[in-house]
């Protein structure tokens, strides 16, 4: 250590009070603004020790320096105290700083003071004082009693508290704000830690307190926080409440036309970022040199159009200044609003609470009627006062005979349009849009190629909004809203219309399920399905193996093929089940059924192929064969084909089926030959929007999934596409699907793979960026480039597949091309991720229509089915057992006492009895039985295919594992016991309802009997 001269400190400690005096005067010019005056006062505290200080190093005599150093305790205590209140009122910590809690940071500095000027009586804040040399000035050492240690423990812990304020401020305010307030926090510990080497005695210069010369740096940091990053000029505001939130646009600018902050609405539409904080906002923003004109503007309105937008922008631009408490202009305010769409916004808030009310009533009115007459005309009436229109119209639409069928109509044709007759075949509207599979707005429906002009006629609506009516099934119809004169429709109309479509849609579908048999819906799903693959889909192999599919999975054909014709010969298109060896790849036009079928372009019908000489053998013990020619005009553009083995018999039914088939197939063959060389492009550009209809259409995951790898498939004209799941804990991915339209393509659902092995796979799930690999890419990963030869593939494209708002990577997508293919482009990239986006949407709505519909199944108290699905299955459960004549039986169960242990011990303890009571029920039931809570505590069993001894005996079993039941409560172990009525199927019990009431009487007689009994009806 050296002796440290007293002449340099005195400068040292001058200079220090010099600086911090500058900054002082500074920031009390500025004291108006939030914490200023704190800030000031912190600074003079400062400004003032280092003086009384250097007057200190300069005295000659100990008492003299003694007198110094008592005197500036005055600024020391006032420093903590200080830099509490300015941290607050910068943090926007108003509320706490309440007038009881400021003159409380003062007592304690208050009693430290009164301590050091009566030191010489008790000595507890300098237990001694001795000068560091004999020599005259000398530096004083001063030993500190305990209570200097409480009052810097009491300092430190209001800097922490100061310090934490502001850090927190920081990391939720922009970049400009950051530097703000990480600057003070820096200039604050700065000296602190200077306190604490003093403290230790650590510091080069025995008897000289580092603080003060700590508090020079303090100065320096200071004045460079007021000057570089105008600390009080710029004070953060609740950014998260006033800005982000806000749908309109705010600008805040100071008195030197700098961006102070900017919300998100503001932020996208003139373009800036987070750097342009600080910086000249009429110099930043992009909208040509008309803004330099309002540059300085105090107050005042203007207008900014931008140009340069996909869509030209119009902003109204409203400036306001922006004054402190004592009324003196800080800043400005702009506020900025998008006036291109001013008046259907206006328009839509009139509008928004009458039509949400509406479209309200006919959701409830749609989902509760039970029939389709009683349900449609009240609908047609609500659509008409959902819009104002002079008539609204719906319609039914008939497929087999392509006719539209008029149901019900608001307006004067209410009475006439429901008897009007269209001959099936006649273009009409209805037909028209479930074509296009769009909303059409139609404004002269008396000039427009959608209908046949015999039909116009009977209408005298000019113009007309026409909606389908489609659901997961079928086409239903359409909904057509009709105005006069000439009307042109906006989004929002259209959106309206959608919505109240769809609710309608969702209704008719209901009611139709209600009334129709299971057959004939599974063919109309069928139907829809290969439909909307024609009228969405322009790629040929998805088309393909969409219809082989279908076929297959709904219709269990064992074996499904489609045949492209060209050149005077069939050729494999798509095919499922057929054995590999057997499989034909080609087939001349002179040979076999399928060959007949194109020269004679008829159906070929063969119930027994072993009497028909042209049957060529592709599977082992086929017994019938149809073949349908898909037609274009007179032209054959291929066949499709089915084929079935004992006991299943091809009919005429299936013959008919397959000709409907058969020309949609057709049409899609038909649309991916024009668009292919025609417009490629466009179909890109369709494809996400085709690919969403799709995902959407199906309510389940199993559904998307399948979807997602249909279409990446088609829009990437792949071969090969895999879904992966990433499963984190064991550091590998799973192949869950795999899809190829081509034959003989190795399936890899359930393969996994390391990812320690898989470099780049690993890259694409941790940084969620897609990879491109090339077999012949020296430049890819060596193990994607391995794994590619060794399927024989080209190249291949991995993405991550991400999945609902909160944004997880779920898995991976990977698309393969085979040997001899192109290399993936950017531009195909860009058209997957399009589909992936879209397609995480839909797979987080399947997630919460899985939630939903276990929810409206499943009694959420005992995990039993509830009332309704119970009947509901159970009803089919009966009529099964009368059409094969099996014995069923029915038990009723009803819980002895019950009421007596929600009395006795509470709800809670009620609640824990039925969930005990539900365990034991499903424990001794067998895995086919169906148990369901029917309500509080009577639960019903239906027994099939069980006699009278098997019946009485699971009754009595349950019976009996419920009386050794215990039940904890509050007051100790419970006992429960069970009353159970059963009932068996017979001729006076035809019904499911017959069979509660008979089983629902035996319990009564149990409850007479004594309870804790069985009685067999």
Not at 409 to 424: M, S
Not at 631 to 639: E, M, N, P
Not at 823 to 843: D, I
Request: with cysteine; charged share 20%; proline share 4%.
């Amino acid at each position: 250590m050296t002796t440290p001269d007293a002449h340099f400190l005195t400068v040292v400690m001058a200079a220090a009070s010099v600086l911090t005096a500058i900054s002082t005067a500074f920031t009390w010019s500025r004291r108006a603004y939030p914490g200023g005056r704190y800030l000031a006062c912190l600074l003079a505290s400062i400004s003032f020790m280092a003086f009384t200080n250097a007057m200190e190093m300069h005295a000659q005599g100990t008492a003299a320096k003694i007198i110094w150093a008592k005197i500036s305790y005055l600024g020391v205590v006032n420093i903590a105290p200080l830099w509490l209140l300015f941290a607050s009122h910068y943090s926007q910590k108003d509320s706490w700083r309440t007038p009881g809690r400021t003159a409380a940071l003062w007592f304690l500095p208050v009693v430290t003071l009164g301590l050091v000027l009566t030191n010489e009586l008790h000595n507890l804040i300098w237990t001694a004082i001795t000068p560091l040399t004999s020599a005259p000035g000398s530096v004083l050492v001063y030993e500190h009693g305990w209570a200097v240690y409480l009052y810097a423990l009491y300092s430190y812990i209001l800097l922490i508290i100061g310090s934490y304020w502001l850090v927190r401020t920081a990391l939720v305010s922009p970049r400009l704000y950051r530097l703000q307030s990480f600057g003070i926090v820096v200039s604050a510990i700065i000296p602190w830690i200077a306190n604490v080497l003093y403290f230790l005695n650590l510091n080069p210069w025995p008897g000289v307190d580092l603080t003060i010369l700590a508090f020079a740096f303090t100065g320096i940091i200071a004045t460079w926080s007021l000057y570089g990053f105008h600390v009080l000029d710029i004070s953060p505001v609740a950014r998260d409440v006033l800005f982000n939130n806000l749908q309109v646009g705010v600008v805040v600018l100071d008195n030197h036309d700098r961006l102070i902050d900017i919300n998100p609405t503001a932020r996208q539409w003139s373009q800036l970022d987070e750097h342009s904080i600080g910086r000249d906002f009429f110099e930043e923003i992009q909208a040509g040199e008309q803004i330099l004109r309002y540059k300085g503007l105090t107050e005042g309105l203007f207008n900014l159009t931008f140009k340069d937008r996909p869509e030209p922008l119009e902003i109204e631009v409203n400036i306001a200044p922006l004054k402190d408490r004592r009324g003196k202009i800080i800043g400005r305010v702009a506020s900025m609003y998008d006036v291109t769409k001013e008046h259907s916004l206006v328009n839509a808030e009139l509008n928004w609470g009458r039509q949400m009310d509406r479209l309200s009533h006919i959701t409830r009115q749609a989902m509760l009627a039970e029939d389709m007459k009683s349900m449609l005309q009240p609908l047609a009436d609500r659509l008409g006062e959902l819009f104002g229109a002079v008539e609204a119209l719906i319609t039914l639409w008939d497929e087999n005979h392509q006719a539209t069928l008029p149901a019900a109509a608001f307006g004067p044709g209410r009475d006439r349009f429901p008897a009007l007759k269209i001959e099936p075949g006649v273009r009409t509207l209805t037909m028209a849009v479930l074509a296009e599979g769009r909303p059409l707005m139609i404004e002269d429906t008396h000039n427009t190629p959608y209908q046949d002009p015999r039909v116009a006629r009977l209408f005298t609506r000019r113009s007309m909004l026409v909606i389908p009516l489609v659901g997961k099934a079928e086409k239903m119809g359409a909904v057509l809203i009709g105005f006069d004169p000439v009307h042109h429709f906006t989004e929002e109309e259209i959106a309206l219309g959608q919505q109240a479509a769809g609710q309608i849609a969702l209704a008719m579908e209901r009611v139709r399920l209600l009334e129709s048999e299971k057959r004939y819906i599974a063919q109309l799903a069928a139907l829809q399905s290969i439909s909307q693959a024609v009228l969405t889909s322009l790629d040929l192999k998805q088309v393909f193996e969409t219809v082989v599919q279908m076929l297959n999975q709904t219709f269990h054909y064992p074996y499904v093929s489609v045949y492209r014709h060209k050149n005077g010969k069939l050729y494999l298109g798509a095919q499922v089940n057929y054995p590999q060896e057997l499989v034909i790849s080609e087939i001349p036009v002179g040979k076999g059924v399928m060959g007949r079928s194109v020269r004679s372009r008829q159906p070929q019908f063969v119930r027994n192929v072993h009497q028909d000489p042209d049957f060529l053998r592709a599977a082992y013990a086929v017994e019938s064969e149809i073949c349908v020619p898909l037609l274009k005009g007179s032209d054959v553009l291929g066949t499709l084909n089915i084929e079935s083995q004992p006991p299943q018999v091809l009919t005429e039914t299936d013959l008919l089926l397959m000709t409907t088939f058969g020309s949609q197939v057709a049409i899609a063959i038909e649309h991916a030959e024009i668009f292919s060389e025609t417009q490629r492009q466009a179909e890109k550009e369709r494809l996400i929007l085709e690919a969403t209809a799709d995902f959407s259409a199906g309510l389940g995951s199993e559904s998307v999934m399948q979807a997602i790898l249909r279409h990446m498939i088609a829009a990437l004209h792949a071969d090969v596409c895999t879904i992966s799941r990433w499963e984190r804990e064991n550091d590998r991915v799973v192949t869950l699907y795999d899809y190829s339209p081509m034959p003989n393509t190795r399936n890899r659902q359930g393969e996994h793979y390391r990812l320690n092995l898989y470099p780049a796979t690993r890259f694409v799930l941790e940084t969620r960026r897609p990879v491109f690999v090339a077999a012949d890419d020296a430049a890819s990963d060596p193990a994607e480039i391995a794994y590619l030869r060794e399927n024989a593939y080209q190249a291949s494209l991995m993405l991550p597949l991400i999945v609902g708002r909160s944004q997880q990577v779920y898995g991976l997508v990977e698309v393969f091309r085979g040997a001899g293919a192109a290399h993936f482009e950017e531009s195909e990239l860009e058209l997957a991720q399009g589909l992936l986006a879209q397609a995480a949407v839909a797979l987080e709505n399947a997630q919460l229509y899985t939630q939903m519909e276990h929810h409206a199944t499943i009694d959420e108290l005992t995990g039993l089915m509830n009332r309704r699905r119970l009947l509901e299955l159970g009803k089919l459960e009966v009529e099964r057992s009368i059409r094969f004549q099996h014995t069923s039986a029915v038990m009723f169960l009803d819980i002895d006492h019950f009421k007596n242990f929600n009395d006795a011990y509470s709800y809670a303890v009620g609640d824990q009895v039925l969930r005990q009571f539900a365990d034991c029920l499903q424990s001794n039931l067998r895995s086919f039985d169906l148990v369901g809570r029917y309500g509080g505590e009577e639960f019903v069993v239906l027994l099939p295919e069980t006699n009278p001894a098997s019946a009485s005996e699971i009754a009595e079993r349950i019976r009996s594992s419920v009386e050794d039941m215990r039940v904890k409560t509050p007051l100790g172990d419970a006992k429960l016991t069970v009353s159970i009525g059963v009932c068996l199927q017979s001729a006076v019990t035809p019904s499911l309802d017959a069979l509660i009431d008979r089983a629902g009487q035996a319990v009564h007689a149990a409850k007479l009997q004594g309870r804790n009994r069985v009685v067999v009806d």
